[in-house]
């Protein structure tokens, strides 16, 4: 390893979720102090709490994510579309609001979240899943343009087609039916280890990428393009 965040102070949430495992073991390995934080961020009041004492970070890794919840538009239930966005949109902004604000304040400072290419293409089945993962990258695209002449780079990994439990376990994986859908649908005709996904993430962490600001950069395996 070339200790590429040495010395980087960094946030990650949800921790033990999604990409969190892989980014985490990366980005140890690669020099950074690594506040990991499991459990969803909150989205009410206790959110002062979560954040109390992270005043000076580097880096902060939006990752954020739900259990699937599929199901056609006729049978999506309240409580199940508020939940996507109460666990994947509203922290997404409270954390770009504190943190790129302290960020700015401060003379730079990167956030990258961790969203989804399901928006990109849309996936009939999966209607408040690629609501919430949308607006989370709409508000990507937007508050990193706000926040860029502050030398706050705000960007995200769009990803789909990366293995974890949650969303594409191994069995799934292995199956058949699976492969074969992989062979119709994803060119490069596999799923992605999450430690890939997270060399992504660590790049857009990285002093290399100062000059992106805004993108929502599809990691799909030409499932997807930015669209």
């Not at 990991?36 to 939006?62: H, M, N, Q, R, W």
């Amino acid at each position: 390893m070339s200790a590429r965040l040495e010395a980087k102070k960094v946030l990650l949430t949800q921790c033990t979720d999604y990409m969190g495992p892989a980014i985490n073991e990366l980005f140890t390995a690669e020099g950074a102090s690594v506040n990991a934080i499991p459990g969803s961020v909150p989205c009410d009041e206790s959110f002062d709490d979560y954040v109390k004492g992270l005043d000076d970070l580097d880096v902060v890794i939006a990752n954020l994510a739900h259990d699937p919840c599929n199901m056609p538009v006729s049978d999506i239930r309240d409580e199940d579309w508020l939940g996507m966005f109460n666990v994947m949109v509203h922290p997404l902004m409270k954390l770009v609001r504190h943190f790129g604000t302290l960020m700015a304040n401060r003379g730079g400072g990167k956030i990258v979240a961790v969203t989804s290419a399901a928006p990109l293409r849309g996936i009939p089945g999966s209607t408040s899943y690629c609501a919430a993962r949308g607006s989370q990258n709409a508000f990507i695209k937007a508050a990193g343009l706000e926040l860029a002449a502050a030398n706050v780079n705000v960007n995200a990994v769009a990803q789909n087609y990366v293995s974890n439990p949650a969303y594409f376990p191994e069995n799934l994986v292995k199956s058949e039916r699976f492969q074969k859908h992989l062979q119709r649908n994803v060119p490069i005709g596999r799923v992605a280890r999450p430690d890939e996904s997270a060399e992504l993430a660590l790049f857009l962490a990285s002093d290399k990428s100062d000059f992106i600001v805004g993108q929502v950069v599809p990691f799909s395996g030409g499932w997807a393009t930015n669209v």
